[in-house]
């Protein structure tokens, strides 16, 4: 067989890795997603307290910081926790 006359086998299942993924519904109710996305994302050594207050207050907390660990999420704020904080969570759990 002629490799140019189907190379969407020759692909497998790469084409299904980059399918846009809808976002996960919760993040429409997302706090965060209401305010400046900055503060979720600081600089390095920047503070965190402002994200961190808003998750708080947040509807979504917990399944943000489940999507978070899930994804392994490296930056940011998410369910109220740290890059940092949320490795040392995995840690404990695993």
């Known amino acids: 067989m002629d490799s140019g006359e189907h190379p969407e086998e020759e692909l497998g ?4 890795l980059f399918d846009a993924e809808e976002p996960p519904e919760w993040q429409d109710r997302a706090l965060c997603a209401q305010t400046d996305p900055e503060a979720f994302f600081p600089e390095k050594g920047g503070s965190t307290r402002e994200a961190k207050r808003i998750c708080q207050g947040c509807e979504v907390k917990d399944e943000c910081l489940e999507y978070a660990l899930a994804h392994d ?4 704020i998410w369910g109220g926790l740290s890059e940092r904080e949320r490795r040392k969570l995995k840690k404990r759990a695993g």
């Open 13 to 16: 299942v790469l084409p299904d």
């Open 73 to 76: 999420e490296r930056f940011g």
